[in-house]
């Protein structure tokens, strides 16, 4: 199975605009070239991203630009203990009208293109869900009616990896609904002193919008139309079959993994290696595409023992034995 003429011709478009959508980031955000690829991964394939990070990295700043250049609707939500779910998805209120009272809803931030949920822990589970129906579903359901989110809908989700007092950790279920787990670094010494000269010096330069939401959705459709080999999707499914411990696990897996990834984890995976494929101008999926996307897929769906926490294994440590089940193919 190939890609048709039309959609080859898309695909180059598409890899036009990446190259753009780059350079006008560059022009606001220094550096963080990795997380950029990996958020435009996220937005082409429809997932979502959660990113760690400490504050001061300009994280509300990457997501605004990013608004800005791709002409979307930006909201943030600043998640904290009293943050209500109706603060999230809107409510019911009365209002008076010329044939009496009667209620109107009015949307809440969810109801943007990109939705930053700024520190998303620091909320109780129960407002955390708030986030679920419309992240799997696309819709809001309120007071018994549902209403549809605008398309794309992108939720980019953040947390503080330094202050854990007041914070609530978030569940299996919302975490499995993030497409990425991405870490945010410092910048080096060169990012920084670029920064520097940059933000307090004259006016800064702004983005210029590239393309529209219209044209974002064509360009999932066309990311899910991309074609996978068989040995492809194969891969897929038994590198995330590799997480989860059992009798014949090897033992390296069963001496430091709990839980694994589950189903969601292998439609990421695939959806994640065709977007990055089609972002880069290739017409197939191939191994090497699952390989630059397998860790942040991974990363927040493999729950670690009480062993490996205690050696100081991490997921990333773990990444190399996975990859092995590609190069040994």
């Given at each position: 199975?190939?890609?048709?003429?039309?959609?080859?011709?898309?695909?180059?478009?598409?890899?036009?605009?990446?190259?753009?959508?780059?350079?006008?980031?560059?022009?606001?955000?220094?550096?963080?070239?990795?997380?950029?690829?990996?958020?435009?991964?996220?937005?082409?394939?429809?997932?979502?991203?959660?990113?760690?990070?400490?504050?001061?990295?300009?994280?509300?700043?990457?997501?605004?630009?990013?608004?800005?250049?791709?002409?979307?609707?930006?909201?943030?939500?600043?998640?904290?203990?009293?943050?209500?779910?109706?603060?999230?998805?809107?409510?019911?209120?009365?209002?008076?009208?010329?044939?009496?009272?009667?209620?109107?809803?009015?949307?809440?931030?969810?109801?943007?293109?990109?939705?930053?949920?700024?520190?998303?822990?620091?909320?109780?589970?129960?407002?955390?869900?708030?986030?679920?129906?419309?992240?799997?579903?696309?819709?809001?359901?309120?007071?018994?009616?549902?209403?549809?989110?605008?398309?794309?809908?992108?939720?980019?989700?953040?947390?503080?990896?330094?202050?854990?007092?007041?914070?609530?950790?978030?569940?299996?279920?919302?975490?499995?609904?993030?497409?990425?787990?991405?870490?945010?670094?410092?910048?080096?010494?060169?990012?920084?002193?670029?920064?520097?000269?940059?933000?307090?010096?004259?006016?800064?330069?702004?983005?210029?919008?590239?393309?529209?939401?219209?044209?974002?959705?064509?360009?999932?459709q066309l990311v899910r139309r991309l074609p996978v080999p068989d040995h492809v999707y194969e891969d897929a499914v038994n590198l995330v079959r590799l997480t989860r411990p059992n009798a014949d696990s090897p033992d390296w897996v069963k001496e430091n993994i709990n839980y694994g990834a589950g189903p969601r984890a292998v439609q990421n995976l695939i959806l994640a290696a065709k977007a990055r494929a089609a972002l880069y101008g290739k017409f197939m999926v191939t191994e090497q595409h699952l390989k630059e996307v397998l860790e942040p897929v991974l990363t927040h769906r493999i729950v670690l023992n009480f062993t490996a926490q205690a050696k100081g294994v991490t997921v990333a440590?773990?990444?190399?034995?996975?990859?092995?089940?590609?190069?040994?193919?």
């Amino acid at each position: 199975m190939e890609a048709s003429e039309s959609d080859v011709a898309e695909i180059k478009r598409l890899e036009q605009f990446f190259t753009d959508f780059k350079s006008e980031i560059g022009k606001v955000i220094v550096g963080q070239e990795e997380i950029v690829e990996r958020l435009a991964i996220s937005m082409f394939s429809g997932g979502h991203a959660l990113l760690m990070g400490v504050p001061g990295l300009a994280k509300t700043l990457l997501v605004s630009t990013i608004a800005k250049t791709l002409k979307l609707d930006f909201s943030r939500i600043q998640f904290t203990p009293d943050l209500m779910p109706m603060d999230i998805t809107g409510t019911d209120i009365i209002q008076d009208g010329d044939d009496g009272r009667h209620f109107e809803f009015i949307k809440g931030p969810i109801f943007g293109n990109i939705v930053l949920a700024d520190e998303i822990n620091r909320a109780p589970a129960k407002t955390q869900s708030a986030l679920l129906e419309g992240m799997q579903e696309k819709i809001v359901t309120v007071m018994g009616k549902s209403y549809e989110l605008p398309k794309p809908f992108f939720v980019l989700a953040t947390q503080n990896p330094i202050e854990q007092e007041g914070t609530y950790r978030l569940p299996e279920a919302q975490l499995d609904r993030f497409m990425f787990f991405l870490n945010l670094d410092y910048p080096t010494h060169e990012e920084e002193l670029m920064i520097a000269m940059r933000t307090t010096g004259g006016e800064q330069e702004e983005p210029k919008a590239l393309i529209s939401a219209e044209e974002i959705v064509d360009f999932q459709q066309l990311v899910r139309r991309l074609p996978v080999p068989d040995h492809v999707y194969e891969d897929a499914v038994n590198l995330v079959r590799l997480t989860r411990p059992n009798a014949d696990s090897p033992d390296w897996v069963k001496e430091n993994i709990n839980y694994g990834a589950g189903p969601r984890a292998v439609q990421n995976l695939i959806l994640a290696a065709k977007a990055r494929a089609a972002l880069y101008g290739k017409f197939m999926v191939t191994e090497q595409h699952l390989k630059e996307v397998l860790e942040p897929v991974l990363t927040h769906r493999i729950v670690l023992n009480f062993t490996a926490q205690a050696k100081g294994v991490t997921v990333a440590d773990l990444m190399p034995r996975f990859l092995e089940v590609i190069d040994k193919d």
